[in-house]
């Protein structure tokens, strides 16, 4: 019913910037807060950066001044602008989305498939 597609993932270089996109495809009437969460290989996967329905924005320490989340509220689509990347930012990025959809009454959870970023030095 709901999908959640990630794309700008790719490969670049220490100090380079890549721009993330998200959008959610399906019967959507509102979404609520959409999140990227990141996963390297070996660890857990962590939080990066969250925006809510009144565009409030919450960043994860390692990357408060280099990345920057917004969304399109038309186009059911969250970004995630990303400066200054460094190594440690090599990951696999997921969406997370609560949101929505016609002819229900809650919000449910959706994620993306990822996309893979790599950072070299």
């Known amino acids: 019913q709901v999908q959640l597609v990630e794309s700008g993932g790719d490969l670049a270089q220490a100090g380079g910037s890549l721009r993330l996109a998200c959008e959610a495809r399906g019967n959507i009437f509102s979404i609520n807060m959409m999140a990227w969460y990141r996963q390297a290989p070996g660890k857990e996967r962590e939080l990066v950066a969250t925006?809510?329905?009144?565009?409030?924005?919450n960043y994860a320490n390692s990357v408060k001044g280099r990345f920057t989340i917004s969304r399109d509220k038309a186009k059911h689509t969250a970004y995630l602008q990303m400066n200054t990347l460094k190594p440690d930012d090599t990951a696999v990025y997921y969406c997370?989305?609560?949101?929505?959809?016609?002819?229900?009454?809650?919000?449910?959870?959706?994620w993306g498939q990822g996309t893979q970023v790599t950072v070299s030095s």
């Open positions: 925006i809510d329905s009144d565009d409030k924005t």
């Open positions: 997370n989305a609560h949101l929505r959809t016609v002819g229900t009454f809650g919000n449910y959870l959706y």
